[in-house]
């Protein structure tokens, strides 16, 4: 989680720098970005456990620890 809001924090100052060079601060922060981290939901199954009971990776061996795609409580939105 904290990776990923230092991603954001890089992506912020990258893009303040495009804006306006000058007045760059890199000690100012445009967002709170340890509640970026902490904002993220966290999910205790792996990527392709999920795709596996999801009816993909029809190859790979038996999913352990979760029956249902419900159970993982990773909620897709599909348009």
Known sequence: MLQF????????QENQ?????AEFDPDEDLRDYAEVARS????????????????R???DQVVHG????????VCLTHN
Not at 17 to 21: F, K, V
Request: glycine share 4%; hydrophobic share 35%; proline share 2%.
């Open 5 to 12: 809001a230092s991603g954001i924090k890089e992506l912020d």
């Open 17 to 21: 720098i495009e804006a306006n060079e």
């Open 40 to 55: 993220l939901p966290v999910f205790c199954v792996s990527s392709r456990a999920y795709q596996k009971l999801c009816g």
């Open 57 to 59: 990776l029809q190859r």
């Open 66 to 73: 979760f029956s249902t795609v419900e159970e993982t409580e």
